[in-house]
DNA sequence: CACTTATTATGAGCGAGTCACAATAAATGA
DNA sequence: TCATTTATTGTGACTCGCTCATAATAAGTG
């Protein structure tokens, strides 16, 4: 059993499962989205850089960029932020983020899996088949609101 | 009466409630806003110079940014696209994206005021008061269904 | 071990939007 | 009606996040 779900090993394995080649960049990148979800490609590339000290920015875009494709990351981009990566993937989680601080938190799909909600659709609209209804709530968390903290320029 | 929606007069009555002056140039976008509704400044800008040849870019970005802050337009940011603006505004309606070709429909909302859902939080997370909650629908229109168009790049 | 081809590094470049500051023109009052 | 004040717009440089083309490297294969 060498699959324990955020090792090395259980890394290998996917990228193997997906045919890609199993390299010491795309080992660090994952590692790094795995100890900071919710982070920026920058985040991530900092971090990574702690295992992998030449590791540069454009492969770092490149390999989140295919991992995302095959599903084994996940991106979503709030307003005013750089797209945020994380590991938790194919449970179609929601995302709560902080107009103050722009902290992020995971919330919970009731239903576990896309789409949760079905559109009620204007009476001029030319439906579509909806495949993912993704829900971003905005709000501020209990620090910002102690400080009086207001939405700044965040949107 | 000279505040039919969508008029020269309504806007200008709108702007002066709002305590900013009534330019041609705010007019003009928000002639433009109304009659391309989802659209991005490029979009506005080009509509807006029909009727005012010498507005620049940066004025648009200006006044979109200003109009969005005093929720007389409604600025939306989907995923590999830049911001789209709308007139339609202080409904809570969300929004439906075709990932073939981009195109957008509105969705109603059934509460009709935010936030219209309330998150199930993670037993780890720190809650947040929660303001909005926006729903983005991902689908494929029938055009590019039938035409058998792939989500191509945009994710 | 050599070789093939995916992957990564290098460096230029792009789209969307922002910033600082000068020029202009709405609103106000004389 | 005109002069004044100050919001608004125009100009041009610049940033951020990311992509593209191409060369160098290294993972997997026979």
């Known amino acids: 059993m060498t699959d324990t779900p955020g090792t090395h090993e259980a890394w290998a394995a996917a990228l193997h499962a997906h045919g890609r080649r199993v390299t010491k960049q795309r080992l660090a990148v994952l590692a790094a989205v795995e100890h900071h979800p919710h982070s920026p490609a920058e985040t991530i590339l900092a971090a990574a850089r702690q295992e992998l000290p030449e590791l540069t920015a454009q492969s770092v875009y490149v390999v989140l960029g295919d991992l995302t494709d095959l599903q084994m990351l996940r991106r979503f981009e709030p307003p005013h932020s750089p797209a945020l990566y994380e590991t938790r993937v194919g449970d179609n989680h929601h995302h709560a983020i902080c107009t103050g601080c722009g902290r992020v938190e995971d919330v919970e799909c009731a239903v576990g899996h896309a789409p949760c ?15 993912i209804a993704d829900v971003l709530y905005q709000g501020i968390c209990e620090d910002c609101q102690r400080s009086h903290k207001l939405p700044a320029e965040r949107n």
């Open 117 to 131: 909600l079905t559109p009620h659709w204007d009476e001029d609209a030319r439906p579509m088949t909806i495949q």
